[in-house]
């Protein structure tokens, strides 16, 4: 049977400040000093708005969170960038924030207010690389190490706000799904469709667009294509891979497969095929099922269906504040699935030079099971 499409999502956005509360600066201390170093210093990115709330610019000027285990944190900001990072919910935490000036040396002055004692840092995994090394030369005795390892575990276990923030992100991917029939037919390139759909993205509720496939015809079957000229046309299948940031940081992604006329006998069997795959893998999200066995339900079904070479990419990643984020639902993960996981479930299969497939909806692991947040119908789509 058909899945029913979900109503439009009419909540409000949850205050930010709910979603980025201050204990979480409190509990990424305490799992610092459980993983046995003596702070985190946490440049611009999913790190810094997670723990802070600040979406802070990725400049060559230096912006850090200084976390050590044992004294209060700051936040250390360019100068002309004080006043943004006290308007963010970072200025409600009741942390100091301090401006460094164009003639400061920021990475002295970070050096200088670490405890004396500091013998092991946590750097963010995003951190530019001429950061980290003028880190290195400011603190030569300290060895760095992944933030990643601390703070992937409290990013993972997504709060009922995040929860919800997921909710909307996926209702509103889900509204630009809903108008593709608009935009893609025969005679129009992928290049003009992947203009609209961005346009659809900003229009139905992102502040941000972060990818746009279309992949028509034989392009279908390469799952990262990138826009092109090819002319879409009749009888091709077209995979429609999209996703964007909503105004409070959290991500949508979602894939869903159209064909312009009626498709190949052959390719309906294909889409057939992946839609039962996809179909148990979603309905198989429980807690204490590994990342890897979820993988395997889909993937040993495609196998025995024939189509196991062809299924070239692992089941889905999670998503939050970033797309792509842990955990990562792929082959030999042994992680078991907790409450409040949220994460992608698409398995693909790719015929080279003729076409292929995906289906894609994000899933958040609850304690009845799984939540799917995608809830446009996963039959495929003939449009006119």
Known sequence: M????????????????????????????QATARAGLDALLISPGADLRYLTGYDALPLERLTCLVLPTDSDPFLLVPA????????????????????????????????????????????????????????????????????GEVLNGLRMRKTPQEAAALRRAGAAIDRVHGRMGEWLRAGRTEREVGRDIADAIIAEGHVRVDFVIVGSGPNSASPHHELSDRTIRPGDPVVVDIGGTTPDGYCSDSTRVYTVGEPPADFRRLYDVLLSAQRAQTDAVRPGITAGQLD????????????????????????GLETHEEPYIVTGNPLPLAPGMAFSVEPGIYLPGRYGARIEDIVICTEEGGERLNRTPRDLVVLP
């Open 2 to 29: 058909p899945d029913a499409p979900m109503p439009q999502d009419a909540h409000p956005a949850e205050p930010l400040a709910d979603l980025y509360p201050a204990d979480r600066l409190h509990r990424a201390r």
């Open 80 to 147: 002309l960038e004080e006043l943004a990072a006290r308007a963010s919910p970072a200025g409600d935490l009741g942390i100091e924030i301090t401006g460094w000036d164009e003639t400061d040396d920021p990475y002295a002055l970070v050096a200088a207010r670490l405890p004396a004692h500091t013998a092991r840092v946590g750097v963010d995994n995003r951190m530019w690389a001429e950061k980290t090394i003028a880190f290195r030369t400011q603190l030569p005795d300290v060895r760095q190490e992944l933030a």
């Open 296 to 319: 395997a339900v889909g993937r040993d079904f495609i196998t025995d269906a024939g189509y196991g070479p062809h299924f070239i990419h692992r089941t889905g990643h999670g998503i």
